[in-house]
């Protein structure tokens, strides 16, 4: 497949998936893409890491290696990768013009490869996966750092490629910071791997695992409820 046809998919794929023409779509998704919505769900996290380290340098080591993550996408994506490739979003793209559909005025700034939405949210995602080791919590937060990164497809600020790029990026750097982590941990810690019911194989209590998810719900339900107070 040449480079038109991989760029005709893009187009297709995007168009696929941006607009509905609902309002309570559009509203649910521009709550769902905002960072500000994840607050209480990272502090949540944060939560999770102090009340499962005994003291603060396993915490700081947390927090430290999350930030880097953030640090490497963000400051390679918006330094180097975007105003090197310079690629238009598609609410911007002169033959997209007319067919992407914006959601309530939304735009974007900046240029559109790759995402750091995307990017970001599976930093975070990918890290706190490995951190915790527990099947069903990372399964939950894959799709969470999915649905992220696809509301930029449904607002129409980001190609497909953007946001798997994004997706890749922020998974890659998520596994090179864990290692990172994992080293230093070694060297203040020999507890490895637990044995219970109680607790992942990392050590983290399944009960606070449960008050992060329940936290990611009621965020969910949240949006659902503004989208239906803004109609």
């Not at 995307?118 to 919590?137: I, S, T």
């Not at 497909?160 to 230093?184: C, E, I, K, N, Q």
């Amino acid at each position: 497949m040449d480079l038109d046809a991989l760029q005709e998919l893009d187009k297709t794929v995007l168009l696929a998936f941006n607009g509905s023409g609902n309002l309570f779509m559009d509203y649910f998704v521009l709550t769902l893409t905002s960072a500000y919505t994840w607050i209480a769900f990272y502090v949540s996290l944060l939560y999770l890491v102090v009340k499962n380290n005994e003291n603060w340098l396993k915490i700081v080591l947390v927090i430290g290696a999350v930030a880097l993550g953030l640090m490497i996408v963000d400051g390679a994506n918006l330094a180097f990768v975007k105003p090197f490739v310079a690629r238009l979003r598609p609410l911007e793209a002169p033959g997209l013009q007319g067919l992407v559909v914006p959601a309530e005025h939304y735009r974007a700034e900046g240029y559109s490869f790759f995402s750091s939405h995307a990017a970001n949210a599976f930093v975070v995602a990918v890290f706190f996966a490995l951190l915790v080791r527990d099947r069903f919590f990372t399964a939950i937060l894959v799709a969470w750092s999915t649905v992220v990164s696809l509301t930029r497809l449904y607002l129409g600020v980001h190609y497909p490629s953007d946001v798997l790029t994004g997706m890749l990026s922020g998974s890659a750097v998520a596994v090179f910071v864990y290692g990172l982590y994992r080293r230093l941990y070694i060297r203040c810690s020999d507890k490895l791997h637990y044995i219970s019911t109680k607790y992942t194989r990392t050590g983290y209590s399944f009960a606070d695992v449960d008050a992060v998810l329940c936290i990611l719900l009621l965020t969910f339900i949240y949006a659902a409820f503004r989208a239906v107070l803004s109609i």
